[in-house]
């Protein structure tokens, strides 16, 4: 079954400085609470597209993902799942950033497209929606003193 995951925020900085600490698709511990320790596998760059990073989250689970996209033009960044412990496949996602005109904020979306099996379904969303994406963003707001 494919589903669909989206969840937005303001974030109470430009898009520069939310877009200077999020671009590194390596440095995901680095502001999201969930994550552990990542390495980028073969050594590659981390904004080089077809790079893998395998990262530890907080529980001790490992996921490798592909960074499919990234453009510093757009601030987005799409990435694929290769291995979770969630159940599920043909996983895409895009985190990106707009400027919001007024004021020095931006507006931050994070969405997903994925398969899984229909009676799995509720609890990936809820893992993603909170425990991923929100968490993500929450900090982001902390760090920026919103």
Excluded at 13 to 23: F, P, S
Excluded at 31 to 46: N, T
Excluded at 120 to 129: I, N
Aim: hydrophobic share 40%.
């Amino acid at each position: 079954m494919m589903a669909r995951v989206f969840v937005s925020s303001v974030i109470p900085a430009t898009t520069d400085q939310v877009w200077d600490r999020i671009r590194d698709f390596n440095g995901l511990a680095n502001w999201h609470p969930g994550m552990r320790e990542s390495r980028i596998e073969d050594g590659r760059p981390a904004d080089q597209v077809g790079c893998v990073r395998n990262f530890k989250l907080q529980s001790g689970e490992t996921i490798r993902e592909r960074l499919l996209g990234l453009s510093d033009f757009d601030n987005s960044c799409t990435y694929a799942i290769l291995e979770s412990p969630m159940p599920v496949t043909s996983y895409r996602a895009t985190l990106s950033l707009l400027p919001v005109t007024l004021g020095n904020r931006c507006f931050a979306q994070w969405s997903a497209e994925f398969e899984c099996a229909p009676n799995d379904l509720g609890a990936v969303t809820k893992r993603l929606s909170l425990d991923v994406f929100q968490s993500g963003f929450d900090a982001l707001k902390r760090h920026f003193g919103g």
